[in-house]
């Protein structure tokens, strides 16, 4: 099955620094990254997401980069303010047959922006 | 309105208990899910319903019975609970199709097994 790394599992900026999440999976099947954002004691919200036929997307403040050859795929959040402190979840899947809808999540990183 | 909810919010019980988490959508998708959350944080899918019918189910130990009675609703019922359950579970829903992959989470349950 899919297996998704996330690193780093904690990351520490200053208000206004980029913060930068790195992904690996394991299934050259997956065709669909999406990254989550998740308040303490809230529910995961998509942020962002990018289908394999792209290798780049961007949504004002954060862009989500994708290298299909290596397996892995990143979140970059410039400009951090306080309200970006979260834990980030990157998830992989792909669509069809028994896996249908199915996200496997990396381990999270929880990402604290100083003020 | 709230697009997926789940009920209850909070639940405390007792190992060996049996305990049900409900939960709707009202966006007209076909597919829903349920997910556990970990005390570390770490996501992991349980199970996932497509109009009605059982998709997957990830190795999950069988005191854990999904229901879906019609495709806007999917419960859980948990039988003799174990300290190990405690988490927080959430169900999710996702449209067909080209969105098939993209959820929309509920608030989730917290359980907690003393």
């Known amino acids: 099955g899919e297996n998704v790394e996330q690193h780093p599992s904690t990351l520490s900026v200053q208000e206004g620094d980029s913060a930068v999440i790195k992904c690996t999976y394991s299934?050259?099947?997956?065709?669909?990254f999406p990254w989550y954002k998740q308040e303490l004691g809230k529910r995961p919200q998509l942020i962002i997401d990018?289908?394999?036929?792209?290798g780049e997307k961007k949504d004002q403040r954060i862009a989500v980069t994708l290298n299909k050859t290596a397996k892995h795929f990143s979140l970059h959040i410039t400009e951090t303010q306080p309200e970006d402190s979260a834990v980030y979840f990157c998830?992989?899947?792909?669509?069809?047959?028994?896996?249908?809808?199915?996200?496997?999540f990396g381990q999270g990183t929880i990402l604290t922006v100083h003020p | 309105d709230t697009a997926v909810s789940q009920t209850p919010k909070y639940l405390v019980t007792q190992m060996g208990n049996d305990k049900s988490i409900k939960c709707e959508q009202n966006?007209?998708?076909?597919?829903m899910y349920w997910y556990k959350q970990d005390s570390k944080k770490f996501l992991k899918i349980m199970f996932s319903?497509?109009?009605?019918?059982?998709?997957i189910n990830e190795t999950v130990p069988n005191r854990f019975s999904p229901k879906s009675p019609d495709k806007a609703h999917l419960n859980l019922h948990i039988n003799s609970l174990e300290l190990g359950d405690s988490a927080v579970y959430f169900c999710?829903?996702?449209?067909?199709?080209?969105?098939?992959?993209?959820?929309?989470f509920g608030a989730g349950s917290r359980l907690t097994v003393l």
């Open positions: 990018i289908r394999s036929n792209v």
């Open positions: 319903y497509n109009n009605k019918e059982l998709i």
């Open positions: 966006l007209g998708h076909d597919t």
């Open positions: 299934d050259s099947a997956s065709n669909y």
């Open positions: 999710a829903s996702s449209r067909g199709g080209s969105g098939a992959n993209v959820l929309t």
């Open positions: 998830a992989a899947s792909r669509r069809g047959g028994t896996s249908y809808g199915k996200l496997t």
